[in-house]
Nanobody, 117 residues
Framework: QVQLVESGGGLVQPGGSLRLSCATS????????MGWYRQAPGKQRELVAR???????NYADSVQGRFTISRDNAKNMVYLQMNSLKPEDKAVYYC???????????WGQGTQVTVSS
């Protein structure tokens, strides 16, 4: 059974930083593309960043240069380092895992990020 558990969300002031973590279990981690999505109130869920099983990354234009996604295949973990946070980054952030062969995906339960002074 696939399990994705996010942590690291919270309240931060504009310009601050947070590091989100996603612990995975029940998967062969090296065969999964991992991603972070976010959903703000009243908006659709959107891709923030993605890292494939070769370590290739891509980012939404809105976070390029501020956020960094990484993965630790030995620990079955994926991270999102968020710097220079803005109020518009406020959202629930979700970890997503997609198996490269079957394209079957799974979601975590989400972690709240609030950027406010």
């Amino acid at each position: 059974q696939v399990q994705l558990v996010e942590s690291g969300g919270g309240l931060v002031q504009p310009g601050g930083s947070l590091r989100l973590s996603c612990a995975t279990s029940g998967i062969i981690f090296s065969l999964y593309v991992m991603g972070w999505y976010r959903q703000a109130p009243g908006k659709q869920r959107e891709l923030v960043a993605r890292i494939d099983n070769h370590g290739i990354t891509n980012y939404a234009d809105s976070v390029q240069g501020r956020f960094t996604i990484s993965r630790d295949n030995a620990k079955n973990m994926v991270y999102l380092q968020m710097n220079s946070l803005k109020p518009e980054d406020k959202a629930v952030y979700y970890c997503y895992a997609r198996q490269v062969l079957s394209n079957v995906g799974s979601w975590g339960q989400g972690t709240q990020v609030t950027v406010s002074s």
